[in-house]
């Protein structure tokens, strides 16, 4: 078992990383919620027949009443009209401020649970089981939690920290070759903006058979590094603004895309080969590193780059949430495994990008 604590006062947790974890799901939320009767389990068409039973017997033998909310797979479940849904059945099932919700799934069922979590009776406790790459090693922990809205994602949310977050690396063996890489663009990031070794360690076993022989080490250090980053700046007023490197640019194309095109670890992976290139436009990131991240996403089979009009970047970065004012901070590199942030206007950086992209 590998443990990591995320200490925040007052809202402390724990990471649990462990193969055959998910069956100790009831006896480890048991322990965290002596008092609560009812569990209600969110997760979506491709897990529930996967996992969810496993969840349920241990969370019936730890003595939950166990509630299930199932939603189509996939981002366009990511709304007010699902989590209305959601808000209106944890009432049906009779769910009080002792008991608890938990998000068996990726990214999507994470911040829809978490969120419905967050807002219901103003507040339950909430639990993380996440079954893919991308939110075993990014968005189950850090608290933010969202929906996405006509204008764009994540713009409808709220930081709400989770009580536990339980991560089994079995659960990836059924993922798909495009979720499995899109999961990778990901950690990719965290060797960018923290850990140059960690990179290198990446760039030397591109192929998913070699990374999975060192799955435990990389989401302990990519939950490690995500840590320490909300531990700092839970609020996303500072540092933990470098987690959003190539998410700026990601979120144009993901809205190039229609958000069906492109899955959100692609559009990361081409938003992450694009700010390079830009951060040496600016004169603040190496030459040779534009390459270097382009060389392990085509390993990895991540696009490098993606067509883009004009128009969907300016309605992007006019959302993007690093923006104040006429500004936005984009994530640069200034060298391997270091982030820093560049305020500009957004006029520049939409000149910028028609010049160099």
Known sequence: MKTLTVALPG?????????????????????????????????DTNVHPLYYDRVKAGLRSAGFQVGLFVI???????????LVELWEYLMRFGLTRTD??????????????????????????????????LSQV???VGGKVAVDLEAGKNLAGAFYQPKLVLMDPDTLDT???????????????????????????????????????????????????????????????GLRMILNFGHTLG???????????????????????AAARLGVKLGVTPPDLPGRISDVCAALGLPTSIPCSMEDYAAAIGLDKKSAGADITLILLDKMGRAVPH??????????LEETL
């Open 100 to 133: 608890a919700v938990a998000a068996l799934g990726g990214g999507v069922v994470g911040d829809l649970a978490g969120f419905a979590a967050a807002t219901i009776l103003r507040g339950v406790p909430f639990i993380q089981i996440p079954t893919t790459l």
């Open 175 to 237: 993922l798909d070759g495009d979720t499995f890489a899109g999961g990778m663009a990901e950690v990719v990031k965290y060797g960018c903006i923290w850990d140059a070794r960690f990179f290198d360690l990446l760039a030397a076993r591109p192929a998913r058979e070699a990374l999975t022989t060192d799955i435990e080490h990389i989401l302990y250090t990519c939950c490690d590094i995500k840590r320490k980053v909300v531990m700092e700046d839970e609020l996303d007023t």
């Open 11 to 43: 809202r402390e947790y724990d990471i649990l990383i462990q193969r055959g974890l998910l069956s100790q799901a009831g006896e480890r939320t048991r322990a965290l919620l002596p008092n609560a009767r009812k569990l209600a389990v969110v997760t």
């Open 343 to 352: 305020k500009m206007p957004r006029g520049d950086l939409l000149a910028l």
């Open 138 to 140: 990014d968005s189950s």
């Open 72 to 82: 189509p797979a996939g981002e366009k479940s990511k709304d007010s009209a699902h």
């Open 251 to 273: 979120h144009a194309y993901e809205l190039a895309g229609h958000y069906t095109q492109w899955t959100h670890g692609q559009a990361v992976a081409a938003g992450m080969c």
